[in-house]
Protein backbone atom coordinates (compact mmCIF):
# COMPACT_ATOMS: atom_id res chain seq x y z
CA UNK A 1 0.00 0.00 0.00
CA UNK A 2 1.33 3.49 -0.99
CA UNK A 3 2.04 5.45 2.52
CA UNK A 4 1.04 8.77 0.35
CA UNK A 5 -1.47 10.34 2.87
CA UNK A 6 -4.16 10.94 0.61
CA UNK A 7 -4.38 7.17 0.09
CA UNK A 8 -3.54 6.05 3.80
CA UNK A 9 -5.83 8.81 5.25
CA UNK A 10 -9.40 7.31 3.31
CA UNK A 11 -8.38 3.27 3.88
CA UNK A 12 -11.29 1.74 5.61
CA UNK A 13 -9.61 -1.38 5.74
CA UNK A 14 -6.95 0.59 8.39
CA UNK A 15 -8.07 1.63 11.97
CA UNK A 16 -8.38 4.68 12.54
CA UNK A 17 -5.56 5.27 14.81
CA UNK A 18 -3.31 3.09 12.57
CA UNK A 19 -4.21 5.74 9.85
CA UNK A 20 -3.59 8.78 12.40
CA UNK A 21 -0.34 7.14 13.04
CA UNK A 22 0.88 6.74 9.41
CA UNK A 23 0.45 10.22 8.52
CA UNK A 24 2.08 11.59 11.41
CA UNK A 25 4.87 9.17 10.57
CA UNK A 26 4.97 10.37 7.34
CA UNK A 27 4.57 14.63 8.54
CA UNK A 28 7.86 13.70 10.96
CA UNK A 29 10.05 13.08 8.13
CA UNK A 30 9.04 15.39 5.67
CA UNK A 31 11.54 18.73 6.65
CA UNK A 32 9.91 21.01 3.89
CA UNK A 33 6.59 23.16 4.07
CA UNK A 34 6.21 23.10 0.45
CA UNK A 35 6.70 19.44 1.15
CA UNK A 36 4.36 18.75 3.18
CA UNK A 37 1.47 20.58 1.46
CA UNK A 38 1.83 18.46 -1.27
CA UNK A 39 1.52 15.60 0.42
CA UNK A 40 -1.50 16.78 2.39
CA UNK A 41 -3.17 18.39 -0.31
CA UNK A 42 -4.54 15.70 -1.79
CA UNK A 43 -6.36 14.10 1.46
CA UNK A 44 -7.81 17.73 2.39
CA UNK A 45 -9.34 18.45 -0.75
CA UNK A 46 -11.47 15.37 -0.29
CA UNK A 47 -13.35 17.21 2.66
CA UNK A 48 -14.56 19.75 -0.12
CA UNK A 49 -16.73 17.07 -1.53
CA UNK A 50 -19.08 14.83 -0.99
CA UNK A 51 -17.62 11.68 -1.89
CA UNK A 52 -17.37 8.30 0.94
CA UNK A 53 -13.60 8.88 1.29
CA UNK A 54 -14.11 12.06 2.70
CA UNK A 55 -15.39 11.00 5.35
CA UNK A 56 -13.27 8.86 6.29
CA UNK A 57 -10.37 11.28 6.07
CA UNK A 58 -12.33 13.71 8.68
CA UNK A 59 -12.33 10.97 11.17
CA UNK A 60 -8.97 10.31 10.43
CA UNK A 61 -8.23 13.58 11.36
CA UNK A 62 -9.89 14.41 14.22
CA UNK A 63 -9.53 10.91 15.90
CA UNK A 64 -9.02 11.44 19.70
CA UNK A 65 -7.53 8.68 21.65
CA UNK A 66 -4.19 8.10 23.84
CA UNK A 67 -0.75 6.92 22.33
CA UNK A 68 0.75 4.79 25.17
CA UNK A 69 -1.53 2.27 25.80
CA UNK A 70 -0.29 1.00 22.37
CA UNK A 71 3.60 0.97 22.95
CA UNK A 72 3.24 -0.23 26.83
CA UNK A 73 1.41 -3.05 25.08
CA UNK A 74 3.91 -4.22 22.98
CA UNK A 75 6.27 -4.64 25.96
CA UNK A 76 3.84 -5.23 28.76
CA UNK A 77 5.75 -8.92 29.27
CA UNK A 78 9.47 -7.07 29.80
CA UNK A 79 10.51 -10.00 27.09
CA UNK A 80 13.78 -7.99 26.07
CA UNK A 81 14.93 -7.35 29.70
CA UNK A 82 14.20 -10.77 30.67
CA UNK A 83 15.99 -12.58 27.83
CA UNK A 84 19.27 -10.35 28.56
CA UNK A 85 18.87 -10.89 32.47
CA UNK A 86 19.16 -15.02 31.67
CA UNK A 87 21.78 -14.92 29.40
CA UNK A 88 23.77 -12.70 31.77
CA UNK A 89 22.64 -15.46 34.88
CA UNK A 90 24.70 -17.67 32.06
CA UNK A 91 27.82 -15.72 32.21
CA UNK A 92 27.44 -13.63 29.24
CA UNK A 93 29.43 -10.00 29.22
CA UNK A 94 27.46 -6.57 28.10
CA UNK A 95 28.89 -3.47 27.43
CA UNK A 96 28.98 -1.54 30.77
CA UNK A 97 26.30 0.80 30.62
CA UNK A 98 24.12 -1.97 29.91
CA UNK A 99 26.21 -4.32 32.50
CA UNK A 100 25.24 -1.52 35.14
CA UNK A 101 21.61 -1.31 34.60
CA UNK A 102 21.22 -5.24 34.34
CA UNK A 103 23.11 -5.33 38.01
CA UNK A 104 20.17 -3.05 39.49
CA UNK A 105 17.33 -4.93 37.74
CA UNK A 106 18.78 -8.45 38.49
CA UNK A 107 16.53 -8.49 41.85
CA UNK A 108 13.66 -7.12 40.89
CA UNK A 109 10.39 -8.44 40.85
CA UNK A 110 9.56 -8.10 37.63
CA UNK A 111 6.34 -9.95 37.99
CA UNK A 112 5.04 -7.26 39.97
CA UNK A 113 5.92 -5.05 37.23
CA UNK A 114 4.36 -6.84 34.52
CA UNK A 115 1.42 -7.19 36.07
CA UNK A 116 1.29 -3.54 36.50
CA UNK A 117 2.24 -3.15 32.92
CA UNK A 118 -0.57 -5.43 31.60
CA UNK A 119 -3.43 -3.93 34.48
CA UNK A 120 -2.78 -0.72 32.89
CA UNK A 121 -2.99 -1.92 29.51
CA UNK A 122 -6.47 -3.28 30.49
CA UNK A 123 -7.99 -0.66 32.29
CA UNK A 124 -6.49 2.35 30.23
CA UNK A 125 -5.30 3.65 33.72
CA UNK A 126 -1.52 5.20 33.28
CA UNK A 127 0.93 3.27 35.16
CA UNK A 128 1.96 4.50 38.56
CA UNK A 129 6.04 6.32 38.25
CA UNK A 130 7.72 3.47 40.07
CA UNK A 131 6.46 0.55 37.17
CA UNK A 132 7.15 3.67 34.51
CA UNK A 133 10.85 3.45 35.64
CA UNK A 134 11.15 -0.38 33.55
CA UNK A 135 10.39 1.69 30.28
CA UNK A 136 13.80 2.73 29.66
CA UNK A 137 15.24 -0.33 30.97
CA UNK A 138 13.39 -2.59 28.20
CA UNK A 139 14.06 0.33 25.58
CA UNK A 140 17.35 -0.25 26.51
CA UNK A 141 17.18 -3.53 25.76
CA UNK A 142 15.54 -3.61 22.92
CA UNK A 143 18.07 -1.52 21.69
CA UNK A 144 21.26 -4.26 22.15
CA UNK A 145 18.94 -6.92 20.81
CA UNK A 146 19.12 -4.72 17.57
CA UNK A 147 22.67 -4.32 17.77
CA UNK A 148 23.04 -7.60 17.93
CA UNK A 149 20.57 -8.59 14.85
CA UNK A 150 22.31 -5.91 12.88
CA UNK A 151 26.00 -7.28 13.67
CA UNK A 152 25.60 -10.87 13.23
CA UNK A 153 23.21 -10.22 10.12
CA UNK A 154 24.89 -11.46 6.61
CA UNK A 155 25.14 -7.74 4.18
CA UNK A 156 25.25 -9.80 1.22
CA UNK A 157 22.13 -11.82 1.74
CA UNK A 158 19.75 -9.18 0.05
CA UNK A 159 16.43 -11.20 1.15
CA UNK A 160 17.56 -11.46 4.94
CA UNK A 161 18.37 -7.28 4.98
CA UNK A 162 15.09 -6.26 3.22
CA UNK A 163 13.38 -8.67 6.44
CA UNK A 164 15.76 -7.00 9.06
CA UNK A 165 15.88 -3.37 8.73
CA UNK A 166 12.07 -2.62 9.23
CA UNK A 167 12.33 -4.73 12.29
CA UNK A 168 15.04 -2.79 12.99
CA UNK A 169 13.28 0.59 12.66
CA UNK A 170 10.31 -0.48 13.97
CA UNK A 171 12.89 -1.59 17.40
CA UNK A 172 14.13 2.03 17.36
CA UNK A 173 11.38 3.65 17.03
CA UNK A 174 9.52 1.49 19.69
CA UNK A 175 12.50 2.06 21.87
CA UNK A 176 12.56 5.98 21.55
CA UNK A 177 8.88 6.38 22.67
CA UNK A 178 9.22 4.09 25.58
CA UNK A 179 11.97 6.91 26.85
CA UNK A 180 9.70 9.87 25.72
CA UNK A 181 6.62 7.99 27.92
CA UNK A 182 9.44 7.91 30.68
CA UNK A 183 10.58 11.32 30.05
CA UNK A 184 6.80 12.45 30.41
CA UNK A 185 5.78 10.80 33.11
CA UNK A 186 9.18 12.65 34.94
CA UNK A 187 8.07 15.70 34.04
CA UNK A 188 4.05 15.55 34.85
CA UNK A 189 2.94 15.54 31.55
CA UNK A 190 -0.70 14.64 30.76
CA UNK A 191 -1.19 11.03 29.18
CA UNK A 192 -5.29 11.91 28.85
CA UNK A 193 -6.77 11.28 25.60
CA UNK A 194 -6.21 14.02 23.20
CA UNK A 195 -6.26 14.88 19.41
CA UNK A 196 -4.89 12.19 17.83
CA UNK A 197 -2.46 14.26 15.57
CA UNK A 198 -0.73 16.23 18.20
CA UNK A 199 0.04 13.47 20.55
CA UNK A 200 1.57 11.09 17.43
CA UNK A 201 3.36 14.50 16.35
CA UNK A 202 3.80 16.41 19.85
CA UNK A 203 3.25 20.03 20.41
CA UNK A 204 6.25 21.30 18.24
CA UNK A 205 5.52 19.11 14.85
CA UNK A 206 1.95 20.07 15.04
CA UNK A 207 2.23 23.70 15.33
CA UNK A 208 4.42 23.34 12.35
CA UNK A 209 1.06 21.17 10.80
CA UNK A 210 -1.13 24.02 11.84
CA UNK A 211 0.57 26.69 9.67
CA UNK A 212 0.89 24.77 6.73
CA UNK A 213 -2.94 24.38 6.78
CA UNK A 214 -3.43 27.09 7.04
CA UNK A 215 -1.93 28.37 3.96
CA UNK A 216 -3.51 25.47 1.65
CA UNK A 217 -6.27 27.11 0.26
CA UNK A 218 -10.15 26.47 1.43
CA UNK A 219 -8.44 24.68 4.59
CA UNK A 220 -8.03 27.72 6.61
CA UNK A 221 -10.90 26.33 8.88
CA UNK A 222 -9.27 23.04 10.26
CA UNK A 223 -6.60 24.71 12.80
CA UNK A 224 -10.50 25.72 14.50
CA UNK A 225 -12.14 22.00 13.59
CA UNK A 226 -8.83 20.97 15.42
CA UNK A 227 -9.13 23.26 18.56
CA UNK A 228 -12.82 22.53 19.28
CA UNK A 229 -12.40 18.93 18.89
CA UNK A 230 -9.36 18.95 21.85
CA UNK A 231 -12.51 19.76 23.57
CA UNK A 232 -15.25 17.79 22.49
CA UNK A 233 -13.35 14.55 22.17
CA UNK A 234 -15.52 13.12 20.02
CA UNK A 235 -15.39 9.34 18.91
CA UNK A 236 -15.11 9.00 14.97
CA UNK A 237 -18.54 6.99 15.04
CA UNK A 238 -20.09 9.99 16.89
CA UNK A 239 -18.34 12.41 14.26
CA UNK A 240 -20.33 10.18 11.20
CA UNK A 241 -23.78 10.24 13.03
CA UNK A 242 -23.53 14.35 13.46
CA UNK A 243 -22.75 13.67 9.50
CA UNK A 244 -25.95 11.62 9.28
CA UNK A 245 -27.66 14.43 11.04
CA UNK A 246 -26.39 17.11 8.48
CA UNK A 247 -26.86 14.89 5.55
CA UNK A 248 -30.36 14.36 6.93
CA UNK A 249 -31.57 17.41 7.85
CA UNK A 250 -29.70 19.36 4.73
CA UNK A 251 -27.70 21.43 6.92
CA UNK A 252 -26.18 23.97 6.74
CA UNK A 253 -26.86 23.95 2.98
CA UNK A 254 -28.29 21.39 1.13
CA UNK A 255 -25.08 21.43 -1.09
CA UNK A 256 -22.69 21.48 2.05
CA UNK A 257 -19.54 19.71 1.79
CA UNK A 258 -17.56 17.56 4.92
CA UNK A 259 -16.15 20.48 6.39
CA UNK A 260 -18.81 22.47 6.48
CA UNK A 261 -21.64 19.87 7.58
CA UNK A 262 -18.90 19.12 11.01
CA UNK A 263 -18.16 22.91 11.22
CA UNK A 264 -21.72 23.88 11.31
CA UNK A 265 -22.10 20.88 13.97
CA UNK A 266 -18.89 21.53 16.20
CA UNK A 267 -19.48 25.48 16.60
CA UNK A 268 -22.80 24.68 17.22
CA UNK A 269 -21.73 22.67 20.00
CA UNK A 270 -22.66 23.06 23.68
CA UNK A 271 -19.60 21.98 25.95
CA UNK A 272 -21.49 22.84 29.03
CA UNK A 273 -24.02 20.28 28.88
CA UNK A 274 -22.00 17.05 28.33
CA UNK A 275 -21.58 18.36 24.57
CA UNK A 276 -25.48 19.11 23.71
CA UNK A 277 -26.63 20.56 20.70
CA UNK A 278 -30.22 22.70 20.13
CA UNK A 279 -30.75 23.45 16.65
CA UNK A 280 -33.85 25.37 14.91
CA UNK A 281 -34.63 23.25 11.76
CA UNK A 282 -37.66 21.91 9.91
CA UNK A 283 -37.91 18.36 10.46
CA UNK A 284 -40.71 15.99 8.21
CA UNK A 285 -42.44 13.40 10.68
CA UNK A 286 -41.63 10.35 9.24
CA UNK A 287 -38.01 11.67 9.62
CA UNK A 288 -38.74 13.10 12.82
CA UNK A 289 -39.64 9.60 14.47
CA UNK A 290 -36.31 8.26 12.90
CA UNK A 291 -34.30 10.33 14.53
CA UNK A 292 -36.39 9.82 18.09
CA UNK A 293 -35.46 6.60 17.87
CA UNK A 294 -31.53 7.48 17.42
CA UNK A 295 -31.82 9.35 20.89
CA UNK A 296 -32.78 12.80 19.02
CA UNK A 297 -35.06 14.76 20.86
CA UNK A 298 -38.17 16.82 18.83
CA UNK A 299 -38.78 20.17 20.73
CA UNK A 300 -40.61 23.45 19.85
CA UNK A 301 -39.22 24.38 16.11
CA UNK A 302 -36.88 21.66 15.97
CA UNK A 303 -34.56 19.14 17.81
CA UNK A 304 -31.94 18.66 20.30
CA UNK A 305 -29.57 16.41 21.88
CA UNK A 306 -26.63 14.91 23.76
CA UNK A 307 -23.36 12.98 22.53
CA UNK A 308 -23.99 10.94 25.59
CA UNK A 309 -27.77 9.67 24.16
CA UNK A 310 -27.12 9.52 21.07
CA UNK A 311 -28.32 5.72 19.46
CA UNK A 312 -24.93 5.16 16.96
CA UNK A 313 -26.21 1.95 15.12
CA UNK A 314 -29.54 4.06 13.96
CA UNK A 315 -27.64 6.97 13.03
CA UNK A 316 -24.91 4.16 11.00
CA UNK A 317 -24.62 2.12 8.32
CA UNK A 318 -22.56 -1.08 8.40
CA UNK A 319 -19.22 0.39 8.36
CA UNK A 320 -20.12 3.35 10.88
CA UNK A 321 -20.16 5.84 8.29
CA UNK A 322 -23.25 8.27 7.69
CA UNK A 323 -25.97 7.96 5.75
CA UNK A 324 -29.18 10.02 4.45
CA UNK A 325 -32.55 9.59 6.94
CA UNK A 326 -34.25 12.12 4.45
CA UNK A 327 -36.49 9.55 2.28
CA UNK A 328 -38.09 8.65 5.93
CA UNK A 329 -36.97 4.96 5.41
CA UNK A 330 -35.12 3.23 8.88
CA UNK A 331 -31.47 2.00 7.75
CA UNK A 332 -30.36 -1.65 6.88
CA UNK A 333 -30.58 -3.61 10.60
CA UNK A 334 -27.12 -2.50 12.17
CA UNK A 335 -24.51 -4.95 12.65
CA UNK A 336 -24.22 -5.21 16.52
CA UNK A 337 -21.55 -7.42 16.91
CA UNK A 338 -19.88 -5.52 13.94
CA UNK A 339 -20.03 -2.28 15.46
CA UNK A 340 -19.35 -3.75 19.20
CA UNK A 341 -16.12 -5.34 17.79
CA UNK A 342 -14.65 -2.51 16.02
CA UNK A 343 -14.84 -0.40 18.74
CA UNK A 344 -13.96 -3.12 21.37
CA UNK A 345 -11.36 -0.50 23.21
CA UNK A 346 -13.74 2.35 23.63
CA UNK A 347 -15.25 1.79 27.03
CA UNK A 348 -17.91 4.65 26.46
CA UNK A 349 -19.39 3.71 23.05
CA UNK A 350 -19.49 0.04 25.13
CA UNK A 351 -20.96 1.10 27.72
CA UNK A 352 -23.91 2.75 25.55
CA UNK A 353 -24.30 0.01 23.52
CA UNK A 354 -24.75 -2.43 27.01
CA UNK A 355 -27.20 0.37 27.87
CA UNK A 356 -29.16 -0.22 24.81
CA UNK A 357 -32.45 -3.06 24.99
CA UNK A 358 -32.40 -3.71 21.45
CA UNK A 359 -28.00 -4.03 21.39
CA UNK A 360 -28.73 -6.33 24.53
CA UNK A 361 -31.34 -8.75 22.99
CA UNK A 362 -28.93 -9.29 19.93
CA UNK A 363 -28.11 -13.56 21.08
CA UNK A 364 -24.28 -13.82 22.38
CA UNK A 365 -23.31 -10.36 22.04
CA UNK A 366 -22.98 -9.93 25.49
CA UNK A 367 -20.82 -12.43 25.71
CA UNK A 368 -18.89 -11.18 22.84
CA UNK A 369 -18.03 -8.14 24.72
CA UNK A 370 -16.91 -10.16 27.72
CA UNK A 371 -14.43 -12.51 25.51
CA UNK A 372 -12.71 -9.72 23.58
CA UNK A 373 -12.91 -6.88 26.31
CA UNK A 374 -10.08 -6.49 28.76
CA UNK A 375 -11.49 -3.57 30.41
CA UNK A 376 -12.47 -3.97 34.44
CA UNK A 377 -14.81 -1.43 34.34
CA UNK A 378 -17.12 -3.26 30.91
CA UNK A 379 -16.74 -6.66 32.34
CA UNK A 380 -18.03 -5.72 36.17
CA UNK A 381 -20.74 -3.75 34.60
CA UNK A 382 -21.26 -6.45 32.71
CA UNK A 383 -21.35 -8.86 36.01
CA UNK A 384 -23.11 -6.99 38.40
CA UNK A 385 -26.04 -5.96 35.82
CA UNK A 386 -28.54 -8.84 35.96
CA UNK A 387 -29.95 -8.03 32.20
CA UNK A 388 -26.38 -8.45 30.67
CA UNK A 389 -25.83 -12.02 32.49
CA UNK A 390 -29.19 -13.32 32.35
CA UNK A 391 -31.55 -14.35 30.28
CA UNK A 392 -31.73 -17.36 27.03
CA UNK A 393 -29.34 -14.40 24.53
CA UNK A 394 -26.74 -14.16 27.83
CA UNK A 395 -26.71 -17.97 28.46
CA UNK A 396 -22.65 -18.19 28.07
CA UNK A 397 -21.79 -14.77 29.74
CA UNK A 398 -21.37 -16.16 33.62
CA UNK A 399 -18.91 -18.86 32.38
CA UNK A 400 -17.25 -16.27 29.73
CA UNK A 401 -16.50 -14.40 32.55
CA UNK A 402 -14.76 -16.98 34.81
CA UNK A 403 -12.68 -17.72 31.47
CA UNK A 404 -11.55 -14.00 31.43
CA UNK A 405 -7.78 -12.99 32.20
CA UNK A 406 -9.28 -9.70 33.29
CA UNK A 407 -8.64 -8.94 37.19
CA UNK A 408 -11.88 -9.01 38.10
CA UNK A 409 -12.78 -9.42 41.50
CA UNK A 410 -13.70 -12.33 43.23
CA UNK A 411 -17.02 -10.78 44.87
CA UNK A 412 -17.67 -10.52 41.38
CA UNK A 413 -17.30 -13.81 39.82
CA UNK A 414 -17.97 -16.24 43.16
CA UNK A 415 -22.36 -15.86 42.62
CA UNK A 416 -21.49 -17.36 38.92
CA UNK A 417 -20.00 -20.52 40.31
CA UNK A 418 -23.08 -22.34 40.48
CA UNK A 419 -25.16 -25.20 38.20
CA UNK A 420 -28.18 -22.21 38.12
CA UNK A 421 -25.39 -19.55 35.59
CA UNK A 422 -23.14 -22.31 34.78
CA UNK A 423 -23.70 -26.43 33.71
CA UNK A 424 -21.81 -28.59 35.75
CA UNK A 425 -19.94 -30.15 32.86
CA UNK A 426 -18.42 -26.55 32.07
CA UNK A 427 -18.02 -25.87 35.67
CA UNK A 428 -15.42 -29.32 35.76
CA UNK A 429 -14.05 -28.24 32.91
CA UNK A 430 -12.93 -24.89 34.08
CA UNK A 431 -12.04 -26.47 37.34
CA UNK A 432 -9.11 -27.20 34.87
CA UNK A 433 -8.97 -24.60 32.47
CA UNK A 434 -9.69 -21.18 34.07
CA UNK A 435 -7.06 -18.71 33.44
CA UNK A 436 -6.88 -17.48 37.16
CA UNK A 437 -5.60 -19.61 40.36
CA UNK A 438 -8.46 -18.12 42.09
CA UNK A 439 -10.98 -18.88 40.31
CA UNK A 440 -9.86 -22.53 39.53
CA UNK A 441 -9.93 -23.15 43.95
CA UNK A 442 -13.63 -21.59 44.14
CA UNK A 443 -14.35 -23.59 41.23
CA UNK A 444 -12.98 -26.71 42.68
CA UNK A 445 -14.28 -25.83 46.45
CA UNK A 446 -18.06 -25.46 44.79
CA UNK A 447 -18.11 -28.50 42.69
CA UNK A 448 -16.45 -30.64 46.33
CA UNK A 449 -20.29 -29.68 47.23
CA UNK A 450 -22.24 -31.24 44.88
Known amino acids: MSFEPSLVAADPSIQEPDRCERIAEILKNIELPETKRRFLSPALQTLLGSERNGEIVLRTLLHVGTTWRAHVQK ?7 SRLLARRSMGEV ?20 RASLSHAVETGVFPDPQTISVLPVEAACLRQRSSHLADTADPYNMKGMARLLPLL ?23 EPDLGLFKFLGEKEFGRLEQVIKEIPGMSEIPELWDIQRRLQLDPPVISALLTLGRTLRLPQPDANWLETILFWYRAAD ?4 TAWK ?9 ARLLARAGVNMVSGGLSFRASDLVLP ?31 TRDTLITSFLANPKCVRVPGLVECVVVNSRSVQ ?5 ASKRDLHSGHQNKGVPAALLRS ?10 RFIHIRFVAKSDLKDLAIRAPRPEVLKEIGDYLKTL
Not at 94 to 113: G, K, S
Not at 279 to 287: D, E, G, K, S
Not at 405 to 414: A, E, I, N
Open 169 to 191: RIHDELADRLDVLHRESEEGASQ
Open 75 to 81: VQRLQNL
Open 94 to 113: FPPELEEVLATWATADLAAY
Open 378 to 382: ILSLI
Open 279 to 287: IRVPVQPAV
Open 314 to 344: ALLDSHTESIDLAGGRKPPPPDWKGLVLSNI
Open 271 to 274: THTH
Open 405 to 414: RSKLPMTLLR
